[in-house]
Each structure stands twice: as structure tokens, then as C-alpha cells.
Nanobody, 116 residues
Framework: QVQLVESGGGLVQPGGSLKLSCAAS????????MSWYRQVLGKEREWVAT????????NYGDFVKGRFTISRDNVKNTVTLQMNNLEPEDTAVYYC?????????WGQGTQVTVSS
């Protein structure tokens, strides 16, 4: 059974940092590109970052502006999102996603709240 489990969310002050993790199981992790998305209640999910299967290529949404870094560990089957210099506008539920057999599989999400 394919499963993605996010963790690491929480409350942080503006300018602070958080590191999100996504633990993957049930598929050949090292063969799959992985992505992070985020969603604010009432709005569409927004793409944050993608990393290719080998980790060689990474892409980010324009709003990231060098503040976030996506990484992966193909031994531990995890993908992480290091977020620095967080802003209140980054408050959202963050999800990881991967394509499996022509469809996308999502995790349950982890809440990130940036507030003083």
C-alpha cells in the first residue's frame, strides 16, 4: 500500500524556520519524483517544490525566493522541505505528492502556522 506521511509542522514566528519531512512507503521511492504542495483553507493547492528521482534537479515556486530547500534520502525513503525566513503568508497545510500508476498520491498534510 502506497503511503506518504508528513511531519514537522507547527507554530513558528515570522523569520523562523521549520523542516518538514515526508516518509514514503509501498513503492520504489528512488524511481519517483517527489513534490511539496500547500493549501490555505478555501484556496486551491499551490505547488511549492519538486525534486527528481535522483535528486539532481530541483524546482521551486516563484514565491519561494530562495527560502526553501527540497531534499531527499533514497535510503531512508524520505523527502524533506527546509523552510527558512518564514512569513505569515506561508501559513498553510503542506502536503507531499508522488505519481503512482498514472495518478497522484497525497499525504495527509502537516499544518504550518507562521504568527507572532
Amino acid at each position: 500500500q502506497v503511503q506518504l506521511v508528513e511531519s514537522g509542522g507547527g507554530l513558528v514566528q515570522p523569520g523562523g524556520s521549520l523542516k518538514l519531512s515526508c516518509a514514503a512507503s509501498g513503492f520504489e521511492f528512488s524511481n519517483n519524483g517527489m513534490s511539496w504542495y500547500r493549501q490555505v483553507l478555501g484556496k486551491e493547492r499551490e505547488w511549492v517544490a519538486t525534486i527528481t528521482s535522483t535528486g539532481r534537479n530541483r524546482n521551486y515556486g516563484d514565491f519561494v525566493k530562495g527560502r526553501f530547500t527540497i531534499s531527499r534520502d533514497n535510503v531512508k525513503n524520505t523527502v524533506t522541505l527546509q523552510m527558512n525566513n518564514l512569513e505569515p503568508e506561508d501559513t498553510a497545510v503542506y502536503y507531499c505528492r508522488t505519481p503512482i500508476n498514472g495518478r497522484y498520491v497525497w499525504g495527509q498534510g502537516t499544518q504550518v502556522t507562521v504568527s507572532s
